[in-house]
Structure formats: C-alpha cells, structure tokens
C-alpha cells in the first residue's frame, strides 16, 4: 500500500482511498524529495477518455481538452475490426499513425490524382499532410488498432470532414448535376455520417492497383540503436520524407534501465505508453520540478524545453513512442552536454571529481 509518509515525515491516509489508482501513482502519491512545487498535471490515460462506439470499432481522444499540459499534439486510439472501415474522409491537421496490432488497408488519393493502396501491420507508420483525403480498414483475422497523432491539440475525430456528412449536406439536383446523372442515383446515400461502419474483408491487395509506397514507413524495420539496457529507433523526414510535422522515437527500456537525463530543442512532447510501467519526472526551471508515473495505455506531455528522464520501474521491457510536432528529432543529453564542456568549468559548478567526467562518453547513450 503506497502512502503519502517519507521517514518521520507525512501521515497514513485514513479517508476515502483509490488503492488501485494510488498504486500506479507511487510517485504522485509520495513524491521523491527532489520534487519541488506543483506542475501541471503531465499524464492522462486512454482509459480516463471518452469511447465513442460504433459498428465495427471504436475511437478514443486524447487531445488539449483531456491534457492541457500538451499544447502540440493530440492523440487518437482506434480500433477496427476485420473489414471495418474509418470511413472516407479529410481534415485541417497532418495525421501521423502507429500500428499497434493488427493489419490495416489504406486507399488515398492526392493532390495529383495519384492513387495509393497499401497494407500495414504491427509497427508500421503511415502520415497524411493536411487535406489529403483517405480510409482505413481493418483486414486479417481480428483487424487491428492505431494510435493516430495530430499536429494540432485542439484536433477533434467528431469534427474531420467526411464523404457521407457532405453529401447529406449538399441539395441532391447539385449532386446530380456534377456528377451528370439523374437525382434519383442519390436517393439511398446515408442521411448522416457514417464514421466507422463494417463492411467486407477487400480482396488481396496483388488484385489492386498500387502505386509508390510514400505514405507508408516500416519502423520496426529500421535498424535500432542498441544500447545496453535498451533499444531507440529514430523516424523524422530523414528517412520518411512525407512526414514534415511530426517526428518520433520508440523507445525500449529493460528493467531497471533509463531514458537518459535530457531536453529537446525543438518542440514539446508527447509520449505514448505501449508497454511497462515507468516514471519521469520534468524539471520546469525554478527550482520546480514533478514526477509522474505511468503505464501502457497512458499518454505523456513535456513542454518545451523541460529537461526528463524516462526510467522503467516495472518488471517487463517498457516500450513507448516519443512524439514531436517538427521534422527533426532533436535532444540534448546532459551526460554528452557535459562531458564536452571544458571539465574544469564543469568541476566548478558541481564540485565533482574529474575522474567522473572522463567516464562520461561523448557520444550519447540515449538509453542507460
Ligand atoms: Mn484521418
Ligand atoms: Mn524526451
């Protein structure tokens, strides 16, 4: 049982308890010494979030209203069973995806006319720049579920512009005359939207035209940087070009490993949880500073430029995305910070001995 006591200090909370919600807060609930002040609150759970169920799926939101602290980014968890379909449809933000589980199709079609098929499992990114209309459908045995991240915080899945909305919306001799045919070929279209709705499996994608795979990207492919206690793959407009606004890392920690002391010097971040349990806690200058805890299913923010550290405090490998509203993943580490410093303006502050900093690498360890 976590309670709020640090040697003789703080008392046993004897009122109304949460025990499941203090145990996966052991830090809020008896913060380190270290911390200092209050910070905004910097987590939020998929499970804290409004459901929005429909026929085949469902989504979820996690946007500035849910978490305030994250000004950038929203986030959208959604699930599509096989031949589900989000329906067709388009909207102001760039729209950035995770696969989770599961296998999806993608049809888009772009500015130029060119049209694009493609299939994404487990791993697998895909990003559409604003306005580029597009569908999702879950395929294989058991379809699949996405986190979808949006350059926007005020982004909202109630308010994306879809195909079934605007033809309900438009008089029906309108319709009729665009396309050149009679208004009557409009008279079983849906009133209202249909948003995620079931329908067949598509057939195979080699019986489908397919063009240049611009959209997509294969992160679990990428060769990660190996570390001693983890993994840290990096995707920015480097390597998938299409993805102008947002860039990522997924990270994996073993237990008792840690996402190094550091800060980014571009941009807020926001964190998606996938596996394990972790703590940070954001130094916010002024002598602040807050520890969070979290879990798989939960969402993170870092505002910029706060300094953190991510460490695994569970028993199985911690694995999360880092999420950054800019083309390039950009950190600094303190321990490279330091160790190119001249070491004796270094010792002057910090009063440490010199045999320390020349153990520091140069290079950054990410994860230690
Ligand atoms: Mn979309
Ligand atoms: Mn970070």
Redesign the pocket.
């Known amino acids: 049982m976590v309670e709020p006591i640090i040697g003789k200090l703080g008392a046993t909370i004897i009122g109304p308890k949460n025990p499941s919600r203090e145990a996966e807060n052991k830090d809020v609930v008896c913060p380190p010494q270290t911390d200092e002040g209050i910070l905004a609150n910097m987590r939020w759970s998929f499970a804290d979030s409004h459901m929005r169920i429909s026929d085949g799926g469902w989504a979820r939101e996690t946007t500035i209203r849910e978490l305030p602290s994250s000004p950038s980014i929203a986030g959208v968890n959604m699930r599509l069973k096989a031949g589900a379909v ?1 329906e067709m ?3 102001r933000e760039a ?1 950035w995806a995770y696969m989770i589980k599961g296998k999806a199709r993608l049809s888009v079609v772009d500015q130029n006319g060119k049209k694009f098929q493609g299939d994404v499992g487990e791993g697998d990114l895909w990003y ?1 720049p604003p306005g580029i209309p ?1 569908a ?1 459908q879950g395929i294989g045995d058991d379809g699949c579920e996405f986190l ?1 991240v949006f350059d926007d915080a005020n982004f909202s899945e109630d308010s ?1 512009f879809l195909l079934t909305d605007w033809l309900a919306h438009t008089p029906k001799e309108v319709l009729a005359k665009n396309f050149g045919v009679p208004e009557s070929a409009f008279k079983n279209i849906p009133k209202e939207e249909l948003y995620i709705f079931q329908m067949k499996e598509p057939v195979p994608l080699e019986n489908c035209t397919t063009a240049k795979d611009a959209f997509t990207h294969r992160m679990h492919a990428q060769t990660p940087l190996k570390m001693k206690m983890g993994t840290v793959r990096i995707t920015d407009s480097t390597n998938f070009p299409i993805s102008k606004t947002i860039a990522a890392g997924l990270v994996e920690i073993e237990p008792g490993g840690m996402r190094e002391l550091h800060w980014h010097t571009n941009s807020d971040e926001w964190q998606y949880y996938i596996s394990g349990q972790a703590r940070m806690t954001v130094f916010a200058s002024e002598g602040t500073a807050r520890t969070y805890n979290f879990q798989a299913g939960d969402v993170g923010s870092v505002p910029f430029p706060m300094a953190h550290y991510i460490e695994n405090t569970g028993t199985e490998t911690l694995r999360f995305l880092e999420i950054f509203k800019s083309d390039r993943f950009a950190d600094i580490s303190l321990a490279q910070w330091l160790s190119l410093t001249p070491h004796e303006l270094v010792r002057a502050h910090l009063n440490i001995d010199e045999s320390l900093l020349q153990n520091i690498p140069k290079e950054k360890t990410p994860v230690v």
């Open positions: 989000r449809h388009w909207h729209e559409f597009h999702i979808l994306t």
